[in-house]
């Protein structure tokens, strides 16, 4: 059965310090791979898709960016981040119907 | 612009069945209806989907109405551990690749 990771589960940083999530799916070939940020009583905002490996599609222009080096891993990052990128960011995987991790809850300070 | 509009909370008594409407009058003929539920603090768990006959799986039952503008997701028996933000989406992609999450309902299933 295909199963999807994050990590890590919590974090907190210091504006201005750089963040790598990642995110890693077991159990299936070449899916679609998501990410997606909720700030804090919010609804769920995509940042950014890939159909494949080094094929990233932004859906929100902001200082993170996103990576996919391998076919089930995906990776967001951010070079400074800003207090404004606090929230839960969650990670999804889709072949046919769309599933999600269980999250990583980022706090800046 | 909101594809759906779902009421933003509901309470519901536990053992009782819960009914969680949603409207979606500006639906295109392609577009299929999703549900999913966010539990606090976990990630949203995907719960059923369908284009315009009625489904029905372990978890819920959908109905979509004939004229497919709204649709109905059902709890049959709603126990505590329902109790969460339910949102409904309508997607023109079969897969579920492209979902744009709204507001939801927020479900509070009572002793």
């Known amino acids: 059965s295909q199963t999807i990771h994050q990590w890590p589960a919590t974090l907190v940083q210091p504006v201005g310090s750089p963040l790598s999530l990642e995110c890693t799916v077991e159990g299936t070939s070449n899916p679609n791979l998501y990410w997606y940020r909720q700030a804090a009583g919010r609804g769920l905002q995509l940042l950014f898709y890939s159909v494949g490996i080094g094929q990233i599609s932004s859906e929100v222009p902001q200082n993170l960016s996103a990576s996919r080096p391998q076919d089930r891993q995906f990776i967001l990052s951010s070079k400074k981040l800003l207090l404004s990128d606090s929230g839960f960011y969650l990670c999804?995987?889709?072949?046919?119907?769309?599933?999600f991790g269980p999250g990583t809850r980022l706090t800046v300070l | 612009d909101a594809k759906t509009t779902q009421p933003t909370s509901m309470d519901c008594a536990e053992g009782r069945a819960a009914n969680l409407p949603c409207n979606h009058s500006?639906?295109?003929?392609?577009?299929?209806v999703y549900w999913y539920r966010q539990i606090h603090s976990q990630g949203p768990q995907y719960i059923i989907h369908?284009?315009?006959n009625n489904e029905t799986n372990e978890m819920a039952s959908l109905i979509i109405t004939e004229d497919r503008k709204s649709s109905t997701l059902i709890l049959p028996h709603a126990t505590l551990r329902d109790t969460a933000v339910y949102y409904c989406?309508?997607?023109?992609?079969?897969?579920?690749?492209?979902?744009?999450f709204g507001g939801g309902t927020r479900l509070m299933v009572k002793p």
């Open positions: 999804a995987w889709s072949v046919g119907t769309q599933y």
């Open positions: 369908g284009l315009k």
């Open positions: 500006t639906i295109s003929g392609n577009e299929y």
């Open positions: 989406i309508v997607s023109e992609d079969n897969a579920g690749n492209m979902l744009t």
